[in-house]
């Protein structure tokens, strides 16, 4: 059974960096280097969000309000995807998850736990 382990949430000031990390428990190695991978995120309040994907040739898109800040990235020999995020902003502040993607970008297992960021001075 595949599990989404997500992980390197915490507390940073804005305009600080953070890295989290995610990965795909239970998947082999050969299957997570053809999967897509999206990184979603949810606010207190708000339904949550598709923000940045990347394909299994590391072609990646974001949403408007991270692009230039955030980067997705992977490592499939680890079957782990990353997201770098910079210059932080409090309403980037949420619970963020990953998932493997469909074609018509749904997620295609059960939500992980999640790893909260929060951008507070």
């Known amino acids: 059974q595949v599990r989404m382990v997500e992980s390197g949430g915490g507390l940073v000031q804005p305009g600080g960096s953070l890295e989290v990390s995610c990965r795909a428990s239970?998947?082999?190695?050969?299957?997570?280097?053809?999967?897509?991978l999206g990184w979603y995120r949810q606010a207190p309040g708000k339904e949550r969000e598709l923000i940045a994907t990347?394909?299994?040739?590391?072609?990646?898109t974001y949403v408007d309000s991270v692009k230039g800040r955030f980067t997705i990235s992977r490592d499939n020999s680890k079957k782990t995807t990353y997201l770098q995020m910079n210059d932080l902003k409090p309403e980037d502040t949420a619970v963020y998850y990953c998932n493997v993607l469909s074609p018509t970008n749904q997620p295609n297992y059960s939500w992980g736990q999640g790893t909260q960021v929060t951008v507070s001075s």
């Open positions: 990347a394909t299994s040739g590391k072609t990646t």
């Open positions: 239970g998947m082999i190695s050969s299957v997570f280097s053809n999967v897509r």
